[in-house]
């Protein structure tokens, strides 16, 4: 009966565990030059799960990961990463992040992180009010989706 216990009380462990979902890591280089052009994230799309940390390398010196002000789920929290230093973000809220390099925003250095299966602000992302080259970027990683 003891053994019977045991082996039970094991198969129960083993069915809850299979049922957790690990959280995994993504790395987004910052780049000088990239296979997109001048002053990129790669990749520029990073699409995760809640829980799932995303590290922002700086792969180039003179670059910075930080979120885009009203450009981030409703609930989450802005990130702002250091000035040559790479970062990592953990995403706990669904939803797609517009994500920058503060000195070079202007020449559309962006990057989106979705979160999740069904992002309902990616319309926010669209209509960023972003400057020109950073939009356009935006947007074409939107139409990747």
Not at 111 to 134: F, M, Q, S, T
């Amino acid at each position: 009966m003891r053994m019977m216990k045991t082996a039970a009380t094991a198969l129960i462990a083993a069915m809850a565990l299979a049922g957790v979902a690990e959280a995994a890591d993504f790395e987004v280089k910052m780049l000088n030059r990239g296979e997109a052009g001048l002053m990129v994230f790669e990749p520029a799309l990073v699409q995760i799960q809640p829980g799932d940390t995303v590290h922002f390398v700086a792969t180039d010196p003179g670059h910075n990961a930080e979120t885009i002000n009203n450009l981030i789920p409703e609930g989450a929290e802005p990130f702002r990463g250091a000035m040559g230093e790479d970062v990592s973000v953990t995403f706990n809220v669904g939803g797609a992040y517009g994500i920058k390099c503060l000195p070079h925003l202007a020449m559309g250095m962006v990057a989106v992180v979705v979160v999740g299966d069904d992002p309902a602000n990616l319309a926010d992302l669209a209509d960023g009010g972003l400057p020109r080259k950073a939009q356009e970027r935006i947007n074409a990683e939107l139409a990747a989706l």
